[in-house]
Structure formats: C-alpha cells, structure tokens
C-alpha cells in the first residue's frame, strides 16, 4: 500500500497546526516521532485512497486549525473528517411497454399461485 500521499498530507496539516502555535504542541525535536505515530494511529485497520480521501484530511486539517486551542490528537482530525462523498449510480433505464405488462402479468400469476396455497389455511 502506497501511502506517500498520506504522509505528505499529514505533513502540511500538521505543520500547519504547528506553525499556529497551540497549546501542549510538541517541541521541535519530536516533530518527526509526532508525524510516525499519527501516520501508525491513522492507519490501523484503515485503509484510504487518495482519491476519495485527501480531501478530507484537508478539510479536517483546516477545521482544527479554526477551532483548536490546544494541539489536536488523531482522534480529533478523525472526528474532524467530513464523509466521503460516494457517486449515485445512474437510474435504470426505462422499460418498454411490453416489460412492463409482462412483469404485470408475472405478478398477477405469482398472487394465484400464493391463493392457491393459502386456500383452506385459515378458519372461518
């Protein structure tokens, strides 16, 4: 899994938030041990795309960085990250008169068929 993509988007988001200066930011010299293990947390049992999924990370980026006062965990960027947007499938095609009286006609022999089961299943 290539995931180059994910380690430079952390890496702006990160160094965004960084370049803010919140509260309880980590110090310099453990930037990178700060970016490994968000890269670890974020990608446990996860898989993204980079398709679907960069945008979202940036849009949760952004959003911590209007909103926080104190340096975010990967918790909050998760819960930060807006849903994927998922592409409608196009509507079936129309049908033509003929399928739609042949599906009628089907219909109206799967109900005999059901009568024809229940009859005397009930009492009276």
Known sequence: ???QWLKATLGKGVAM????RLKNSPPEDSISATLE?????LTYKKHY????????FEEAFMYLAQTCDWFPNPKQLLDAMPKRKIKELPPPPPKTVEQEEAE????LRNLQKIKAMLRGCYAK
């Open 49 to 56: 795309e980079q398709e679907l999924d960069q945008w979202r």
């Open 104 to 107: 009628r006609l089907k219909a």
């Open 1 to 3: 899994m290539d995931q």
């Open 17 to 20: 938030l960084l370049i803010l």
């Open 37 to 41: 293990t968000w890269l670890r947390v």
